[in-house]
């Protein structure tokens, strides 16, 4: 079992819907979790990261994690054509595991 | 702008020649990471640098590679005798002395084509 799993999609949704993205993982010592976007051929961009079991708000993103379950989960409200990228979940202790990546379309 | 630079951003090279890559790291980021990003996965750690000290290397890091910061501030990857399973993105990111793993800031990548 890997690490960190995750669906490598791809998940087309319309523009306007509420996307949800999701992870499981296997490490209980995992502290730090985070979400990045990255869009074809560039660098991941680091959206959020969270250190406790809860969600955290950041404008249109909500990020959720549940401990108990390992399973942590992106929101996107009102999803736009630009949201339209890969999305990483990723796990610390002292380094980074990261997700395969679900790629997210966003239909016009 | 003062984000992550990566050069060069392409690479295409025969089987068997030497490459190097270079990291330029945001201005007074102590840390520095390298990744390795094939087609459908998500970044792999391969080395980390505090300053000019190398301190963690991943088993990913086979004997062809090797990686120096010598001056503590921009960072080489050198890949020797290159093989076609080398081919991948190779991302370099940085963090600040005292922020935590996670607030690393991705540079562009550099791609690399084995042919």
């Known amino acids: 079992q890997k690490e960190v799993e995750q669906d490598p999609g791809p998940l087309s949704v319309p523009e306007g819907a509420i996307v949800s993205l999701n992870c499981t993982y296997s490490n209980s010592a995992f502290q730090y979790f985070m979400w990045y976007r990255q869009y074809s051929r560039k660098g991941p961009e680091l959206l959020m990261y969270t250190y406790s079991s809860g969600n955290k708000e950041d404008g249109r993103f909500t990020a959720q994690v549940d401990k108990s379950s390992k399973y942590i989960s992106l929101f996107i409200r009102d999803s736009q054509p630009s949201d339209s990228a890969t999305y990483l979940c990723a796990m610390s202790t002292n380094m980074i595991i990261f997700g395969k990546g679900t790629r997210l379309h966003i239909l016009p | 702008d003062t984000g992550v630079s990566q050069n060069p951003r392409h690479k295409i090279t025969k089987r068997g020649q030497n490459v190097t890559f270079r990291c330029d790291p945001i201005?007074?980021?102590?840390?520095l990471y390298w990744y390795r990003q094939t087609l459908g996965q998500g970044p792999e750690f391969l080395t980390y640098?505090?300053?000019?000290?190398?301190?963690?290397k991943s088993r990913l890091l086979s004997d062809r590679f090797s990686a120096e910061r010598p001056k503590g501030s921009f960072s080489t990857l050198e890949i020797q005798r290159t093989e076609q399973g080398d081919s991948a993105m190779y991302l370099c990111?940085?963090?600040?002395?005292?922020?935590?793993?996670?607030?690393?800031?991705f540079g562009p990548g550099t791609r690399l084509l084995v042919l």
């Open positions: 201005s007074e980021h102590n840390r």
């Open positions: 640098f505090q300053n000019e000290a190398q301190l963690e």
């Open positions: 990111a940085s963090s600040p002395l005292g922020g935590r793993v996670e607030t690393q800031y």
